[in-house]
């Protein structure tokens, strides 16, 4: 393609972008509603994948032990639980430890686990074991519980992992849904837009082809436009997307909830490759569809 030729082709599509300005916005607003709808699904996918990432990093199984165990025996605890196939590391908390993680964990409050030191605590220690693969963590549960003279009780955190893997699994099946109707609206809308452009232009379009353009020539321009449509879209989702969730996040991440479990949010600029790519992806690809579609009638031989 002469250079000559494309600048014909990106000439014609911004003219008539900027010449059918009601219909232009019209398609702007729809892709854009499209866009930030998808958009809020995907940084939430991405998010509680984050969330599952972090449990499972840290997910681990705390295996407690009996105040009348022995320190031998609790020494070949930890022994035969490193030896358990599935087992990646095992820390051993202290009762001292654990009123001390108890106290943090008061904050402003820990005057109400004064008297608990010494001869007077009540916590009890324990191992904790974190997991290779989080599908061997009821094997590993069922092997140590055979240690019946030394193992108090097992807390696991599984049921906390499984429903974040649902929640994000449903959110991926909700997403593409949404993402697939609102595509068929986005084409709808851009394929009537443009063919309005092309009912506008249809005796030229006739002409050019009585003097022998070609299909593709003649289309072009009407692909370029829907290109440069799904592109602007793309660039003011982004930016609404981006800024909202900025906004957002900041205020979620100093909450107290937010610090009560421990947990961060992504930010935007982690994400903003993906979503940069799977917008423009987006918006380009509704675009070109929407004006092929649109000029297939005039276009028939």
């Keep these: ?20 300005k ?3 916005g019209a398609s702007l607003m729809i892709m854009c509603a499209t866009m930030i709808i998808f958009g809020i699904f995907l940084i939430l996918g991405e998010n509680i994948n984050h969330f599952v990432d972090e449990v499972e990093s840290e997910q681990g199984i705390q295996v407690f032990v009996k105040n009348e165990a022995t320190q031998e025996q609790i020494d ?15 820390d051993f908390v202290s009762k001292d430890e654990a009123l001390e993680q108890m106290k943090e964990r008061f904050g402003d409050r820990q005057d109400l686990l004064e008297g608990y030191e010494g001869e007077n605590n009540i916590f009890t220690a324990s191992y904790v074991v974190t997991l290779t693969d989080l599908t061997k963590s009821q094997s590993v549960q069922d092997q140590i519980n055979t240690y019946t003279d030394v193992v108090k ?4 955190k599984d049921e906390v992992v499984t429903t974040l893997i649902n929640l994000a699994n449903g959110i991926k099946i909700v997403t593409g849904v949404i993402l697939a109707l609102l595509i068929i609206i986005s ?3 851009i394929a009537n837009t443009i063919k309005l452009t092309v009912h506008a232009r249809r005796k030229e379009i006739s002409i050019m082809k009585y003097v022998g353009a070609t299909n593709s020539f003649i289309r072009w321009p009407f692909i370029v436009e829907g290109m440069i449509i799904g592109v602007l879209a793309s660039i003011i989702s ?11 996040a900041d205020k979620l991440v100093s909450s107290e909830f937010m610090q009560l479990i421990n947990m961060n949010l992504i930010s ?34």
């Design 1 to 20: 393609m002469k250079y000559s030729v494309l600048g014909y082709f990106i000439g014609e599509g911004f003219s008539n972008v900027f010449k059918n």
């Design 22 to 24: 009601k219909s232009t």
């Design 76 to 90: 070949k605890l930890g022994e035969d639980i490193r030896a358990i196939d599935g087992v990646s590391t095992v």
């Design 153 to 156: 009780k097992i807390q696991s």
């Design 187 to 189: 084409i709808f809308i």
């Design 238 to 248: 982004i930016v609404i997307v981006g800024g909202a969730y900025t906004v957002i």
């Design 268 to 301: 935007f600029s982690d994400m903003f490759n993906s979503i940069i790519f799977v917008y423009m992806l987006l918006g380009i690809g509704i675009g070109v569809l929407g004006s092929v579609i649109s000029m297939r009638k005039y276009l028939k031989v």
